[in-house]
Nanobody
Framework: QVQLVESGGGLVQAGGSLRLSCAAS????????MGWYRQAPEKQRELVATITSGGRTDYADSVKGRFTISRDNAKNAAYLQMNSLKPEDTAVYYC???????????????WGQGTQVTVSS
């Protein structure tokens, strides 16, 4: 089995910062892309940022210059540093990872349970 667990969400005022963490555990052989997605009420889930095992990053236009994604391959972890937060960043943030399992050798897409980020104006 494979698990992703997010942490670090909370309530912050506009202009503030939060750092989200995502830890993957279980029968992991390797992790390719890790990413953060978010879903606001009554909206579709959208991509926030992704990072490859080699460190290549990609960001949604709405967060460029404010959010930074990083990862620690040794810890099977990813992070999202969010600065200059805006009320429109309010959403449930989900961690996603493409993981190859050592027991089945199958690569699958796994999701965490989500963490709430609320930005007050």
């Amino acid at each position: 089995q494979v698990q992703l667990v997010e942490s670090g969400g909370g309530l912050v005022q506009a202009g503030g910062s939060l750092r989200l963490s995502c830890a993957a555990s279980g029968r992991i052989s390797s992790i390719n892309v890790m990413g953060w997605y978010r879903q606001a009420p009554e909206k579709q889930r959208e991509l926030v940022a992704t990072i490859t095992s080699g460190g290549r990053t990609d960001y949604a236009d709405s967060v460029k210059g404010r959010f930074t994604i990083s990862r620690d391959n040794a810890k099977n972890a990813a992070y999202l540093q969010m600065n200059s937060l805006k009320p429109e960043d309010t959403a449930v943030y989900y961690c996603n990872a493409e993981i190859r399992r050592w027991d089945t050798w199958i690569t699958g897409s796994y999701w965490g349970q989500g963490t709430q980020v609320t930005v007050s104006s």
